[in-house]
């Protein structure tokens, strides 16, 4: 046998155990009685989220739809992640806009998914790296770990792009908060004002007013103000959000006028934002100095000297 089709073979071999691995695990874990009932448990769950969703997924827009489908349902599949987690995850989705039945399970997919690739790509070129290339043990090491960091990743993208969500949301608030001002002031109820400020938030700031609809729904459908207003400030997250959560239920506890209050705290948000954009500006200068000594300042130098530098060569050359 040469020494690349053995190379193939342990790279096969390391694949193979890692498959086993999870089997195995998920044997042990799923086995006993308790397990069992788990899974009976999430497997209802399953089937109920599915009929559930059907619709939604005939309706959708063919190929992505489908991928989506088939990402969630082996998802449901997965036997790594436990319903704590997942409740965790789900709560992660929620708050950065993926609000879909299947969103979790397709998440913990794509976390298999890309845990699964890393590693193969892990086994096909570990034998390449230095000193430590030759070994398999070495290489079978590089491979577990390379697996779990291919599927913390996801995490890391999904916390990202809910950073960025929640930002937009935060720069937006004081705009919203104006127009709920007027809109309650105008003699508009809570529900009606919430409605009205995310259709003309909906082309400023799509997420804020996809959230605020929401919460509009669940007032007019529940009636309960103080959990529909509470579950708002559970999706977005932030402190100014939170402030105007809990300023709303105290003005509808204690019978307070909800417009001085949300005029109070619109001019506190307003200020805020204010000095946000100020430290931001201040910082700018430093930020910029490391830049321009790197990129700027050569280009500045070599403009200045390059003729004078060329001249000086020259004259030196005919000596």
């Not at 009685?33 to 109920?48: H, K």
């Not at 977005?236 to 417009?259: F, H, K, N, V, W």
Request: proline share 4%; glycine share 6%; charged share 20%.
């Amino acid at each position: 046998m040469s020494q690349a089709n053995f190379e193939t073979l342990i790279n096969l071999l390391m694949l193979l155990a890692l498959v086993i691995a999870i089997v195995i695990w998920w044997a042990t874990k799923h086995g006993g009685q308790r397990g069992r009932i788990a899974e009976r448990t999430r497997q209802a769950a399953v089937v109920q989220r599915n009929e559930s969703t059907m619709v939604d997924e005939d309706d959708g827009d063919g190929l992505a739809a489908r991928i989506a489908h088939g990402l969630a349902r082996l998802g449901d599949r997965l036997p790594l992640f436990d319903a704590k987690y997942r409740a965790k995850l789900r709560k992660q989705m929620i708050r950065s806009g993926y609000r879909s039945h299947s969103a979790v399970s397709a998440l913990l997919a794509i976390k298999f998914v890309v845990g699964l690739i890393c590693a193969a790509f892990a086994v096909m070129l570990g034998s390449h790296i230095p000193v430590v290339g030759g070994y398999p043990a070495a290489r079978g090491t590089m491979m577990l770990l390379v697996f779990v960091v291919g599927m913390i990743l996801p995490e890391y993208v999904l916390a990202f792009f809910a950073s960025r969500r929640r930002k937009a949301m935060a720069s937006c608030l004081p705009d919203a908060l104006d127009l709920l001002v007027i809109c309650t002031n105008a003699g508009n109820s809570l529900g009606v004002s919430i409605r009205r400020v995310a259709d003309e938030m909906k082309t400023i700031c799509p997420p804020l007013s996809s959230e605020f609809s929401l919460t509009a729904d669940e007032l007019k459908l529940s009636g309960d103000s103080t959990r529909a207003l509470q579950a708002l400030a559970d999706r977005i997250d932030l402190p100014s959000i939170r402030a105007l959560i809990s300023t709303l239920t105290q003005s509808m506890r204690y019978g307070t006028p909800i417009t001085q209050a949300l005029r109070t705290l619109s001019h506190t948000e307003r200020l805020a934002h204010i000095v946000s954009l100020e430290e931001k500006a201040a910082k700018l200068a430093p930020k910029m100095a490391v830049p321009m000594m790197v990129f700027i300042l050569p280009a500045v130098i070599l403009v200045a000297a390059g003729p004078s530098v060329i001249q000086l060569m020259s004259f030196f050359a005919k000596k």
